[in-house]
């Protein structure tokens, strides 16, 4: 099972900047996508960036306008998000999957427990 921790949440004016890390350990070898989702209040969860092809470029959500990016180490993976706006607010997820054929990855099934972000006006 993989185990993911998220870190590096917290409460940001609007303009601001957060760095989300995560870190994945437990059953795990080195190929694995990971990738960050979002859910604010009463909303469904939504993919942030998040890899479709593990020797591509991931896939950006159109709300980020070039405001955030990821990189991973190792077993860490990192959102930079810049120029937060208050519609950011969320809670942030980290997921991993597994590659499968093709170098595509799979199902995102191995979840954090998120980390919350809120940006005021």
């Not at 070898?29 to 209040?41: E, I, K, L, V, Y």
Request: glycine residues 12%; neutral net charge.
């Amino acid at each position: 099972q993989v185990r993911l921790v998220e870190s590096g949440g917290g409460s940001v004016q609007a303009g601001g900047s957060l760095r989300l890390s995560c870190t994945a350990s437990g059953d795990i070898d080195s190929n694995f996508c990971m990738g960050w989702f979002r859910q604010a209040p009463g909303k469904e969860r939504e993919r942030v960036i998040v890899p479709v092809h593990s020797l591509q470029s991931p896939e950006y959500a159109d709300f980020i306008e070039g405001r955030f990016t990821i990189s991973r180490d190792k077993n860490t993976l990192y959102l930079q998000m810049n120029s937060l706006k208050p519609e950011d607010t969320a809670v942030y997820l980290c997921a991993a999957a597994r590659i499968m054929g093709g170098d595509y990855c799979g199902r995102y099934l191995s979840w954090g427990q998120g980390t919350q972000v809120t940006v005021s006006s």
